[in-house]
């Protein structure tokens, strides 16, 4: 037997000669391998094109957790760094593109820093977050991707932030109104916040950068 149905005879609960022995145990024996071998190629596919996406060598992942010790958010978060990778490589696309780490992770590249194996854990959490995003599985009860998406309409048409306009579509769009209300005053005395938008030129090139951004990612696996 090949290395790769003798891991899928363990997936399927295969546990040696010793098992059970009776009428149809061959046949059912075989369906429970024929079912972990398609589990196997779809969870490799997953990993595969997740690898594609961002370039993160997840092969060489060795579970040290240097990056989990490392990650100013992985207390809160339900899975951790290093399990969310290994997730990723049995294929647990539910579980992955569903879990909240990938939208509470900042982007710091502490991990990535951290990591003897150059696994870019950052990287890979970017291409889940697209593919989160695509396939309809974003977490519940996380406003992320709105924000993102206020930041990003916000960029391309003004050309800089506006921070004032970003929390009254931010609250509007999330209905917490009065979050963080207090602080509001104060931003204002110490000008941190602009009442009125910022005037940048160009904004048909910044039409056409956000265009040739989409189209790249509509060309990534």
Request: hydrophobic fraction near 40%.
């Amino acid at each position: 037997m090949s290395h790769r149905n003798q891991l899928a005879a363990q997936l399927a609960g295969r546990v040696g000669p010793a098992d059970a022995r009776g009428p149809g145990a061959d046949d059912a024996r075989a369906r429970r391998v024929s079912r972990a071998a398609a589990l196997s190629d779809r969870g490799a596919d997953f990993a595969a094109a997740v690898d594609a996406a961002s370039a993160a060598n997840l092969a060489a992942c060795l579970q040290c957790a240097k990056c989990t010790s490392g990650c100013p958010v992985a207390a809160r978060a339900d899975i951790r760094p290093h399990e969310l990778v290994r997730l990723v490589q049995l294929g647990q696309l539910d579980e992955v593109l569903g879990s909240r780490l990938i939208w509470q992770c900042t982007s710091c590249q502490t991990c990535t820093t951290r990591c003897p194996q150059k696994v870019d854990i950052a990287a890979m959490n970017d291409a889940l977050r697209r593919l989160s995003r695509t396939r309809a599985k974003v977490c519940a009860g996380t406003t992320v991707p709105t924000f993102n998406d206020i930041f990003l309409r916000t960029i391309r048409r003004l050309g800089r932030m506006y921070e004032m306009g970003l929390m009254a579509s931010y609250k509007l769009r999330t209905l917490r109104l009065m979050e963080d209300v207090g602080k509001l005053p104060m931003m204002l005395k110490k000008r941190k916040l602009a009442l009125l938008p910022p005037l940048v030129r160009g904004r048909a090139e910044r039409k056409r950068l956000f265009e040739r951004c989409r189209q790249a990612g509509d060309r990534k696996p």
